[in-house]
């Protein structure tokens, strides 16, 4: 009877204890977490920074990078598709009908502008943003520009509305966001018409400077990004912006706040790098993505190991 006893007691023992283990793994296990991002080369870039540290931390880490354009990738946040991406700041002013505002001309009051309006009506998290401004521009030849003396937009809208050749490549955003070409249109007082245009479904500025710096379909202006590495390999210049035109757009990782409230550890985990990412630093790794080649994981995880923040 003893015996028996004995060996119930131990079986009891035994099973408790490996009820208690898979307890314990299940409650240490943190997500699956979606990380998605924009089709761009810093789209890349940022999402795999975001992806490689969350993995560091423990977290489980769906890779959904390359998602789509900033419609489709914001609507996949608000409906819980995705959980986290890298989001402009100056992109809340076309998120909230707030274009007009002059607030988003200014770094910090933008992020703590769009900061608050997300959170209110889509209880979405904007965490610290990197100290790097990626607004959207138009890039050219250097050899276009010195030889028509075009160094500013207000030179460019002279050069177009006095019949110089231009044709401009950008994505279809570009082209139709009130806050891209439109804006520029606007303040500068000129207008492309579609034989002017070459627009393109990717977002990747890559590919529009290198069709601008190749004379691709004719192609002789390209959209661009502030912090595209590929401008001076291609030997492309961005025109100066003197009326202010563009709010000021900063990359930061938004979140769900579901997800937020139930790993606040994310915050902490994410800020610290953001702030690393100046703008030198972002054109320097997006060149070694765009122009040599490289994958934007490799990229990453080098740059975070070799800042020692994996």
Same mark, same amino acid.
């Given at each position: ?7 119930l007691v131990t079986v009891f023992t035994i099973f408790t204890l490996l009820g208690s283990s898979c307890v314990g793994q ?6 699956? &977490? ?16 975001? *992806? ?5 931390? +423990? ?20 409906? +819980?598709?995705?959980? *986290?991406? $890298?989001?402009?700041?100056?992109? +809340? ?5 707030? !274009? ?36 959207? !521009?138009? !890039? ?69 400077e290198k069709a601008a710096a190749e004379g691709i379909d004719s192609v002789n202006a390209a959209m661009a990004y502030g912090t595209d590495g590929s401008l ?5 210049? &961005? ?24 790993? $606040?550890? *994310?915050?902490?985990?994410?800020? $610290? ?38």
């Open positions: 009877m003893k015996r028996l006893i004995l060996a299940s409650d240490g296990v943190k997500g699956p &977490v979606n990380v998605g991002s924009k089709i761009d080369t810093e789209g890349s870039l940022l999402s795999q920074v975001i *992806i490689l540290m969350l993995r560091d931390n +423990g977290f489980e880490v769906v890779d959904k990078s390359q998602f789509g354009p900033t419609s489709v990738v914001r609507k996949a946040l608000v409906s +819980g598709e995705l959980d *986290i991406y $890298p989001e402009y700041t100056g992109n +809340g002013a076309f998120f909230f009908n707030e !274009a007009a505002s002059d607030v988003w001309k200014d770094a910090r009051q933008g992020y703590e502008r769009v900061k608050q309006l997300d959170m209110e009506a889509n209880n979405i998290v904007w965490l610290k943003p990197a100290p790097a401004n990626n607004t959207w !521009a138009i !890039a050219i030849p250097k050899e276009l520009a010195n030889t028509e003396g075009l160094k500013t937009l207000d030179d460019f809208a002279a050069y177009v509305n006095g019949g110089g050749y231009v044709k401009l490549i950008g994505s279809e955003e570009f082209v139709t966001s009130p806050m891209a070409l439109t804006a520029f249109q606007d303040a500068y007082g000129f207008t492309l018409t579609k034989n002017q245009l070459l627009t393109v479904s990717s977002g990747d500025t890559a590919q529009t001076s390999a291609f030997d492309l210049i &961005v025109l100066e912006d003197p009326r202010g035109v563009q709010p000021v757009y900063e990359p930061a990782p938004i979140l769900r706040g579901e997800i937020s409230d139930k790993y $606040p550890e *994310i915050e902490t985990i994410l800020n $610290p790098v953001f702030e690393t990412l100046d703008l030198v630093t972002l054109q320097t790794l997006n060149a070694k993505i765009a122009v040599e080649g490289q994958n934007a994981a490799d990229v990453a995880r080098d740059y975070l190991t070799a800042n020692g923040l994996l």
